[in-house]
């Protein structure tokens, strides 16, 4: 099961910042917090990861909280191509991945 | 970056028939690869793990004489689904692991429709 909840929904104004929050109060100190997000009818694409420590790559910043109970994705500035379901995941070492319902963001002009 | 291929990336097939998916993992080798399936407008759902060489662990639910998965090699492996319904008509998508704990790449994903 999914060990993750984030909103259903967020719209955000195109050239302003994303910031899409994800609960998981339950993790453990081996699980890593992964993000991806699924443009319609396409394959997952990966975002970014991160254990404890904040992360930043070309597509986003991970901000994780310090007791690691939730965390938050920050697409810098968001433009129309960035509208699609984003996924937090929490997971150790086995890959297996539990999708939660994820995050809709539309990007509006 | 590594790269997962589907095929086909679309089928329609008639009930009672059955169809495979492959998936590849086009420059790196992967031990470990996973099946997901996805109805419209819901999440992913895993339904399979497969490691080459050996038997595939199936989640709780899926049944694993109607979704036949096999994992010869490192770069191949397939989702047979046997005797299909309209009701296996869904998106299934495949992920490889790499090396890494935490590498996983997808593949673009098939589009079965069972009519």
């Known amino acids: 099961d999914a060990k993750t909840t984030q909103p259903t929904s967020m719209d955000c104004a195109e050239g302003r910042a994303a910031n899409l929050p994800c609960n998981h109060s339950?993790?453990?100190?081996?699980?890593?917090v992964y993000w991806y997000r699924q443009i319609h009818s396409q394959g997952p694409q990966y975002i970014i990861h991160?254990?404890?420590n904040n992360e930043t790559n070309e597509m986003a910043s991970l901000i994780i909280t310090e007791d690691r109970k939730s965390s938050t994705l920050i697409l810098p500035h968001a433009t129309l191509r960035d509208t699609a379901v984003y996924y937090c995941?929490?997971?150790?070492?086995?890959?297996?991945?539990?999708f939660g319902t994820g995050t809709s963001l539309t990007v509006i002009p | 970056g590594a790269v997962v291929s589907q095929h086909p990336s679309w089928v329609i097939c008639k009930s009672g028939t059955s169809v495979k998916i492959e998936c590849r993992s086009l420059?790196?080798?992967?031990?470990?690869m996973f099946w997901y399936r996805q109805f419209p407008k819901q999440s992913l759902m895993l339904m399979a793990t497969?490691?080459?060489?050996?038997?595939?662990?199936?989640e709780q639910g899926v049944e694993k004489d109607k979704f036949l998965i096999n994992h010869a090699s490192l770069t191949l492996s397939t989702l047979t689904v046997t005797s299909a319904h309209p009701e296996d008509s869904s998106f299934y998508i495949c992920?490889?692991?790499?090396?890494?704990?935490?590498?996983?790449?997808f593949g673009p994903g098939t589009r079965l429709t069972v009519t």
């Open positions: 420059d790196f080798q992967a031990t470990t």
């Open positions: 339950t993790i453990s100190g081996n699980e890593y």
């Open positions: 995941i929490v997971e150790s070492t086995g890959n297996q991945f539990y």
């Open positions: 991160g254990l404890k």
């Open positions: 992920s490889a692991g790499g090396t890494g704990p935490y590498e996983q790449y």
């Open positions: 497969s490691n080459e060489g050996s038997k595939a662990t199936y």
